[in-house]
C-alpha cells in the first residue's frame, strides 16, 4: 500500500442497520477509539447479512487494509453467517473450533444447543485472543477482527484488545476564523501540496456560529504539522483569523 503506516477499515455487518430498524453505534464509538490509539481510519462500510455481498466484499477488502474491524453477524441465528462469508472470501475451510467451543459451553452452560455451538464453526486457522475480562475470545482471521454486534459485548471485546492497535498519536492544530472557505481555499491547497503527510480540512458553519469556518491541520508528524499551521496562520489574512487551538 502507498502508506506504510497501518490503516484500517470498518465493516458493520446487518439487515437491520440498512433498513433503519437498529441504530448503528459501534461503528461511532470505534470511530472515537480508533483516533484515540492513532490508528487511521480510512472506511467505514454497512453491508447485509447476505453470504454472497460478505464473500465479495471482505475479498475485496482484506487484500487493501491493514487492519479491518468486523462488527455484527456472529450469533446463533440463521442470518449470522459472518464467520461463513469471511472464510469464503479467504479460500478457508469452516471447521468447528473446540476451543471455542468450551468457552461457549462454559459460559452458556445448560442453554447450550446445536444452534449455539454453531458459533464455534470459524475459518480455518483463526486465532482466538484472549484476555481474563472476557468470557469467549476475540477471532481474529488474518487482518480481520470479527467482534459482535451488540453494543455492550462489542465494547467489552474491542476495550480488551484495543492495546495491540496503539500508534503514534495525531497532531491537531486549529484555526478558527470569520473568513469564506472560497477565500482560503487556495492557501488550503498549498499547504497540502508543500508538507506532505499533512491533512487540512476546513468546515463551515451556517448557524451563526462565533466562527464562519474552522481549518484543522493534522499529521502523525507534529513538526511537519506546526510548520503547515505557520504556513496558514501567515497567509490567512490576519483580521479573519479570530483564535486558534
Request: glycine share 6%; aromatic share 12%; net charge neutral.
Amino acid at each position: 500500500m502507498a502508506d506504510s503506516r497501518p490503516i484500517a477499515a470498518i465493516v458493520a455487518i446487518g439487515n437491520e442497520i440498512l433498513s433503519g430498524k437498529i441504530h448503528e453505534t459501534n461503528a461511532n464509538f470505534l470511530v472515537q477509539e480508533l483516533r484515540e490509539l492513532g490508528l487511521p481510519l480510512k472506511g467505514i462500510f454497512t453491508i447485509p447479512d447476505e453470504l454472497p455481498v460478505l464473500k465479495t466484499f471482505f475479498a475485496f477488502l482484506q487484500p487493501r487494509y491493514d487492519v479491518i474491524f468486523s462488527i455484527g453477524g456472529v450469533g446463533p441465528t440463521h442470518d449470522d453467517v459472518t464467520f461463513a462469508g469471511i472464510a469464503q472470501a479467504l479460500g478457508l475451510r469452516l471447521v468447528r473450533n473446540e476451543e471455542f467451543a468450551t468457552s461457549l459451553k462454559t459460559f452458556y452452560r445448560d442453554q447450550v444447543n446445536d444452534y449455539i455451538l454453531k458459533m464455534a464453526d470459524l475459518p480455518a486457522g483463526a486465532e482466538l485472543i484472549r484476555d481474563p475480562f472476557l468470557n469467549i475470545p476475540v477471532v481474529r482471521v488474518s487482518n480481520i477482527y470479527i467482534l459482535p454486534g451488540d453494543p455492550t459485548i462489542f465494547k467489552k471485546k474491542f476495550l480488551a484488545i484495543k492495546e495491540r492497535f496503539r500508534q503514534p498519536p495525531f497532531a491537531l492544530k486549529k484555526i478558527y476564523t470569520s473568513l469564506e472557505e472560497g477565500d482560503i481555499a487556495a492557501p488550503m491547497a498549498e499547504a497540502e501540496r508543500r508538507f506532505p503527510g499533512v491533512a487540512i480540512g476546513s468546515y463551515p458553519r451556517y448557524d451563526h456560529a462565533e466562527y464562519k469556518v474552522l481549518v484543522t491541520i493534522e499529521g502523525k508528524d507534529r513538526a511537519q504539522v506546526e510548520r503547515a499551521y505557520q504556513f496558514l496562520y501567515e497567509t490567512f489574512p490576519r483580521a479573519g483569523i479570530l483564535r486558534t487551538e
